[in-house]
């Protein structure tokens, strides 16, 4: 029986992942190279980095250096960002039907608690989640299942009560391994990645109901 549900962040509940691309298109751009998208999506969901977005800019000759980049990056992120920071469709309606239903619910993110509390906090969420866990909380980062064991600890719950929504691959893989249903809701930017361990695949949180939720386990 589902008695609670465990959000990721990043890509489900804020559209983050778009402004932190484009932001890096325009970097490149400005050095007259090409952002590998596709290399940057191997990133997503996690937070060890295994594509390493300044590499051209650490070898000899490079045009500029990393600590360059990470300025002019965080100037065009921060203008693009204002533009994405608000609930994805279907967030907050969900949210509310949870609460009304009794589940408990919380937020399970590769990303830095802090970044946690940043987003819930501006999108005035944080009463709507009864718990949180954030990358730099854990030792291992998704596709491994720490931090959904550690937001189901928080919670309360046992993990095969715990349903997982998920943007990515390596989020899906982590809710699985930690032993929780899983619903993919792919963004445009993961839309290509390999869903199949997902139990349900939706192309948004509206389509996702609480019965759709606790019908994941029977």
Not at 52 to 69: L, M, N, W
Not at 94 to 108: D, I, K, N, Y
Request: with cysteine.
């Amino acid at each position: 029986m589902i008695t609670a549900v465990i959000f990721d962040l990043d890509g489900l509940i804020i559209d983050s992942e778009t402004p932190d691309v484009l932001a890096w298109q325009a970097v490149y751009a400005r050095y007259g190279l090409s952002f590998p998208v596709d290399s940057w999506l191997l990133n997503i969901g996690r937070n060890d980095g295994p594509f390493d977005a300044y590499a051209p800019f650490r070898r000899a000759g490079s045009p500029a250096t990393p600590e360059t980049v990470a300025a002019l990056w965080r100037e065009h992120h921060d203008r693009l960002i204002d533009e994405y920071f608000k609930p994805l469709p279907g967030v907050v309606p969900l949210l509310g039907l949870l609460r009304r239903r009794g589940l408990r619910t919380a937020v399970a993110s590769s990303s830095r608690r802090s970044w946690i509390d940043r987003v819930l906090a501006r999108l005035g969420l944080e009463a709507e989640f009864d718990a949180e866990a954030g990358g730099d909380e854990v030792p291992r980062a998704k596709p491994a299942p720490d931090v959904y064991l550690l937001a189901a600890r928080r919670l309360g719950a046992p993990p095969e009560a715990c349903a997982a929504l998920e943007d990515s691959m390596n989020g899906v893989l982590a809710a699985k391994a930690a032993g929780m249903a899983c619903i993919a809701v792919p963004s445009a930017l993961t839309r290509a990645m390999d869903f199949s361990a997902a139990d349900l695949v939706v192309s948004s949180l509206e389509e996702v109901s609480v019965e759709t939720i606790v019908g994941l386990v029977t």
